[in-house]
């Protein structure tokens, strides 16, 4: 699915989306094709199976985000940085792109 599919079918809701095409251009990442995951009651419930998914499977790229924009605008910074493990928070750091909604 297309951005515009996506925000058609879920009105007005957060949700885990994976990218299933994407690529990088002028330091944003442009998603070309993307799939619903999961469909969340609110953000923090979005954050926290974002987070989940992204542990169980660090290879694929998701991403928590809010039908209400408009656009996607992800934003790309490459950083070099020291692994990190939070036990706590349940997060991995590591040498990798960071990547952001602006």
């Given at each position: 699915?297309?951005?515009?599919?996506?925000?058609?079918?879920?009105?007005?809701?957060?949700?885990?989306?994976?990218?299933?095409?994407?690529?990088?251009?002028?330091?944003?990442?442009?998603?070309?094709r993307?799939?619903?995951?999961?469909?969340?009651?609110?953000?923090?419930?979005?954050?926290?199976?974002?987070?989940?998914?992204?542990?169980?499977y660090?290879?694929?790229?998701?991403?928590?985000?809010?039908?209400?924009?408009?656009?996607?605008?992800?934003?790309?910074?490459?950083?070099?940085?020291?692994?990190?493990?939070?036990?706590?928070?349940?997060?991995?750091?590591?040498?990798?792109?960071?990547?952001?909604?602006?």
């Open positions: 699915m297309k951005w515009s599919d996506v925000r058609a079918v879920h009105q007005t809701q957060w949700l885990v989306i994976e990218a299933l095409e994407a690529h990088s251009e002028n330091q944003r990442r442009i998603l070309d993307i799939a619903v995951i999961e469909v969340c009651p609110d953000g923090s419930i979005a954050l926290q199976s974002y987070r989940r998914l992204h542990q169980q660090p290879l694929r790229e998701f991403y928590f985000v809010h039908t209400g924009r408009a656009e996607l605008e992800i934003g790309e910074r490459h950083w070099a940085g020291v692994r990190l493990k939070s036990k706590l928070a349940g997060w991995t750091m590591g040498l990798a792109s960071m990547v952001f909604l602006a």
